[in-house]
DNA sequence: GAGTGGTCTAGACCACGGT
DNA sequence: CCGTGGTCTAGACCACTCA
């Protein structure tokens, strides 16, 4: 039997077997597949849950529940009347999704990024691991400072697997507009769906301390940051020194 | 028309009034009232779905959306086979819940609270503010260490609104086991269920220093954090100095 | 076995966005 | 007007828990 788009029938699937899952799982599966294959774009609209309940051979609402998990984890927008589009993060209300660090006088324009480096390196110890690739594998490694109101706030030393961003330089980023993530999605195919961030207090280094216009030994936030693609592949690290003499790390506890 | 249990017919609902929501949402909220009232105490169980149905005169796959919300937010746990339950902060796995410190060498034992001070004050402009009561109002501080492995981490400054708090001493944090939320909650029937972090890097003033083991001067994360209960009522104010020497703040971001 | 939540279905109607 | 997602219903069957 052809399993590969239709979903295997429930007695395929039952709990006697160790692989079981509800229905609308393996559908969200089946639609976590056609996100990574690139076969639904960032931005454009999915088919109606009509037409992906004849595709899976199910019903509308099971599809629904699957596209609700879906919607709920941010992978997908509905929007009534229209349809249900890919998430992406050339969406302005996604730009710096995943950036927590807000004014402390409310203000609420986008920060801007200023590329400083950009040069080609091999994995040490530490990149390998937090990257899951060979030591030694290629990797690209991105320096840049994040302005408010025109004012730098935060320093990032990124990490990137070589093979994923072949072709990344100091031209393409300064080209681009908006953010990092929207260039990657844009350019490079890569989505970044999901971040882990590990947050320190340290003192600022000389150099460090000069780029963010603060005196040496400031206590700075050190925010690590893990992002990972679809199918929990981690495809960036990145270590960030936050100045927090006008702004403050947000977080959402619930 | 008795609008007070029976969700009032969808008719005086309809979009025309400008406070429509749909039936689950109406339901959501007789049952955060049901909640806020106490009817429904933390960790014990609510009416079954089917009961819930007949009792909002409403089906059970519409009761089912509202507790589906509810519990995404963590206000209910639902039990399969045996019922949907109050969420409570004495559950152990939700015993420090808001708490996202985690020791560099994952060492997952739980903190301990230790009490230090506990006085009353009246509220100071910021204090009020946060709190949300009158300049002047009565407020309780209290001071505490939080310990893990024995080895002090943290150090918290805590303001409680005095009204609700009303009898907390040190008699009592002494006496208390587990979290200061599983307190909260038995002893004064305060449940928090969200909060905001903002957090910035500071460095360890002389006594913060002597508390926590660390030298004067050494970069500490603030973490400022209020917290809500049922209605977003804030009912919490704390700043809390933490040693990242052997810990960190994990924050996963989606 | 009785009662609970978990899954799945089929169908009705509504609200919204575009033609 | 049509097609989309959003709400609501009623009923079937499954999986889990406990007496």
Redesign the pocket.
Known sequence: MDCSEKVCF?MLM??ESPTFS?????IKNLMLNALESAEWRPGQ???????LALRF??????V??A?DEMAAENLLV???????YVASHNDPRALFRFLRLVPVDGDLAHPQSVPLDCWKAKAGNEAARMLGVELGAPVTILRRLLKFAGRPVVIDEIYLPGEIFHGLTMEVLQGAHGSLYSLFESRFGVRMIRAEERIRAVAADRMTSESLGVAEGTPLLSVERVTYTYGDRPVEWRRGLYSTAEHYYLNELS
Chains 1, 2 share one sequence.
């Open positions: 429930n039952r709990p509800p229905l609308y799982r393996q609209a999915i088919p109606s849950e009509q037409e051979n199910a019903s509308q609402g099971t629904r529940k596209i509905r929007k009534q009347g229209k349809g249900t």
